[in-house]
């Protein structure tokens, strides 16, 4: 999968642009500030239709504007195109794809498809639970509608529930049981799945970027909750700690993927470069998945992924990440020295958010 053109207005800092990306990808280059990142996201953002950033899409409009309009027009076999509208007065979100207006964002997420790596996703080894849970949500929502799907009915039966605890009516509460059983259930199933399939992948991914120290990856959870009929004792065991906290304690909101040096959390005991290759090394696993699971190859987007890797482990993450022809990768530098020898696809330049090809 491929993106053939990208076209951007009010967007953060960006210039309004309309360019062709070259279909092995681009370096982009620039100092701090300037608008690099700014561009990864808005390539990125046709894909979910929110910031990879996490950023609401107020803060995502330029200063001072009355919204943004990012299009990607993509091949993936076919040509397709996808766009997304925000106008600040209403707050309203338009989406598009092939001209055809989209009611529903999960009618739309993951035509284009692409896997982004950002300094900030270190958190994923060094972060709170709820970074890994995000990650595994976006990448499984995108790999199987179904599970978004059920992620989406999970949520809004959580909220649900969560309202009545805190209103201190049980019955209300009680009453979203059921639907919060069935949707969990199948959220944990293959969450569960899907690290059992991948903790080989994720050791291979690491020493194939030069990371020798034994990690491991695994699902920390209830197991017998990927069945929903064991939803309703689990449920009545924590409903006084639910009382008493105002929230459902339990459910796959509450779960980590976990990532461990030798018998350790990775996020206490590991270096900072070790860190790092793991963060990186989730982020190939995520795009092995998606093409899997999709039967195409994403697009990379990779924002400063190079810092603080020492030159061995750049030119084997350049060779893993440069080395596939039908692969369109994106990555960004404050300089050319800075991007291995192995990263040799055409450079564009920003500048106060003006793009240079």
Known sequence: ??????????????????????????????????????????????????????????????????????????????????????????????????????????????????????????????GPAAERRRYLDRMLSLADRQYLRSLVRYRAALAQRNSGLRQGDIALARAFDVPLAEAGAHVVKVRE?????????????????????????????TPELSNADRWPAALD??????????????????????????????????????????????????????RSARGTEPALLLDDVFAELDRDRQRRLARRVFGDDARQVFVTAPRRDELPPEADVPVWTLDAGRVTR
């Open 1 to 126: 999968m491929r993106l053939r053109r990208l076209v951007a207005r009010g967007f953060r800092n960006l210039d309004d642009l309309d360019v062709e990306p070259p279909p092995g990808g681009i370096a982009l280059l620039g100092a701090n500030a300037q608008g690099k990142s700014n561009l990864l996201e808005a390539a990125y953002y046709p894909v979910l239709f929110r910031s990879v950033r996490g950023a609401v899409d107020q803060e995502v409009a330029r200063f001072g504007g009355t919204g943004f309009h990012v299009e990607a027009h993509v091949e993936r076999g076919e040509a397709a195109s996808v766009e997304a509208t925000w106008l600040s007065a209403g707050r309203r979100k338009r989406i598009v794809v092939d001209g055809e207006e989209k009611r529903r964002i999960a009618d739309a997420a993951g035509i284009w498809l692409a896997v982004a790596f950002l300094p900030s996703d270190v958190d994923l080894a060094t």
């Open 193 to 221: 799945a899907w690290v059992g399939a991948a903790a080989e992948l994720f050791t291979e991914e690491l020493d194939a970027i030069g990371e020798r120290a034994p990690a491991r990856l695994r699902y920390r959870g």
């Open 237 to 290: 065991a924590a409903l006084a700690r639910d009382r008493a906290r105002g929230m459902t304690t339990v459910g796959p909101h509450r779960d980590d993927l976990v990532i461990e040096l030798g018998d350790r959390p990775l996020r206490g005991a590991g270096s900072t470069g070790q860190q790092r290759s793991a963060a990186v090394a989730l982020k190939l696993v995520e795009l092995v998945s998606l």
